[in-house]
């Protein structure tokens, strides 16, 4: 899968394959806000929740045939045997986890060189998938990236615990056919002042839509 072969277009399509077998196994796509990234003119950042492996996979179907983009992952992602070279075909901003300063300045660095260039980056700011959403461990890097880079931040707020995590391997965990799958783009909006109040934003987004769902929200640790 190298990046002259493995382009935008056959990137989206293999994605979309996976969004099929999801509905061909007993998945329901919810989506909404469309209208919100087909009006996107300028590069952005679109700031997610990170629930579960699902959105990784669908969301380049949904989004790469209406927006140059790539993704924040961590560096296993890019070194796994069967989604590795995919994603290092879509010249990623890879991240250890490791070490938080050097992580902020790999992603402020190439995040900013790539909005420079029309790409815009998908970014889930919490350090692991989870079901539950803590609004403490939602970190502010989307934003500070955004500001830095003068552009927009989309916020999305997802609902994909159709597809677990499992105990071991995370991304092989059950499916529950009960629990439809929700993913919701909001509109744009631009960073003033020192990002504080658009932070919130994001995190009132994605809350509000997560409860209106029936999502799992851990206030207790805000």
Known sequence: ALAGLYDKKVWAESSYRIFKLIEDIGGRFHLRGLENLRSCRKPLVFISNHMSTLETFVFPCIIAPLVKVTFVVKDSLVKHP???????????????????????????????????????I????????????????????????????????????????????GKYLKDLGAINRSKPIHIVFGKPFSIQGSGKEEHKQVLDFIISHLQQWGGLVNQGKQ
């Open 82 to 120: 069967l989604f590795g070279p995919i994603m290092r075909s879509r010249d990623p901003i890879v991240v250890k986890r490791e070490n938080p300063r050097e992580d902020f300045q790999t992603v402020m660095a190439k995040g900013k060189e790539l909005l420079d260039r029309g790409t815009s």
């Open 122 to 165: 998908i970014i889930f700011p919490q350090s692991t998938r989870s079901a539950e959403f803590v609004p403490e461990e939602f970190n502010s890097l989307g934003i500070k990236l955004a500001k830095s880079a003068g552009v927009q931040v989309m916020p999305v707020a997802v609902k994909t615990d159709f597809w677990g995590n």
